[in-house]
Structures are given as structure tokens and as C-alpha cells.
């Protein structure tokens, strides 16, 4: 499976952007979104389950972003609103091969592949 994430970029706080991941290659049954701050350690933002659209998000993001997805193009959407500093970081996707339980998707560990990410930076 190959991901390309995409959709990054400079916002000032309160604003929005769109992230989009396009995936190729083999099905699969769970995608998260993830962030890393350099210096820190990459952390769970939203997952969603492939079949069904179960989905879950960080605390800190749960109002403000939304996970979605387009099965027939194979891409996932994380729509981030009222963004702020704080968010700024590497965004990655990733997928699981098989559908992770719900308790699981914020579980890196979880995931089989990752996607290059995108720089979303929030000034304030």
C-alpha cells in the first residue's frame, strides 16, 4: 500500500485546512492520522474503520477535526477547523491491512503502513 498524504500548509489560528490521503495497492481495513512535533513523540490524532466508518479522535481535536472517507477513491479526509498553534506538526496517515477493533486505532502499532506527511503549521 502506498499513501500520499497532502493538503498542508501555513493557517493562521482559527482557520482551516484539509488534509487528504490517497491510497494505492492493496485494500485495507483501518486508517489513522497522526502528528509529530520534531523533539516529540508522534501522537494519535483520528482513525476511522475503512467498512462501517467507526471512527475516533484525540481529545484535544474532538469538535474541531473531522475524519471522512471516500471509499471508491480510496482517500481519507481529515478536515481541521479552528485550528490552533498547538496543532502545528508533521501529519501522517497510515493504514492497517485488517480492520483494527475501535479500542486500537489510536495504536501506531497497529498500522502496517505510513504515508511521507505534511507540514501543517498554525501561526498565532
Known amino acids: 500500500v502506498q499513501l500520499q498524504a497532502s493538503g498542508g500548509g501555513l493557517v493562521q489560528a482559527g482557520g482551516s485546512l484539509r488534509l487528504s490521503c490517497a491510497a494505492s495497492?492493496?485494500?485495507?481495513?483501518?486508517l489513522g492520522w497522526f502528528r509529530q512535533v520534531p523533539g516529540k513523540a508522534r501522537e494519535f490524532v483520528a482513525g476511522?474503520?475503512?467498512?462501517?466508518?467507526?471512527?475516533r479522535y484525540q481529545d484535544s481535536v474532538k469538535g474541531r477535526f473531522t475524519i471522512s472517507k471516500d471509499t471508491a477513491k480510496k482517500t481519507s479526509y481529515l478536515q481541521m477547523n479552528s485550528l490552533k498553534p498547538e496543532d502545528t506538526a508533521v501529519y501522517y496517515c497510515a493504514v492497517r491491512l485488517t480492520r483494527i477493533i475501535w479500542s486500537g486505532l489510536a495504536d501506531q502499532q497497529q498500522y502496517d503502513y505510513w504515508g511521507q506527511g505534511t507540514q501543517v503549521t498554525v501561526s498565532s
Open positions: 476511522i474503520q475503512w467498512s462501517g466508518g467507526s471512527t
Open positions: 495497492g492493496r485494500t485495507f481495513g483501518s
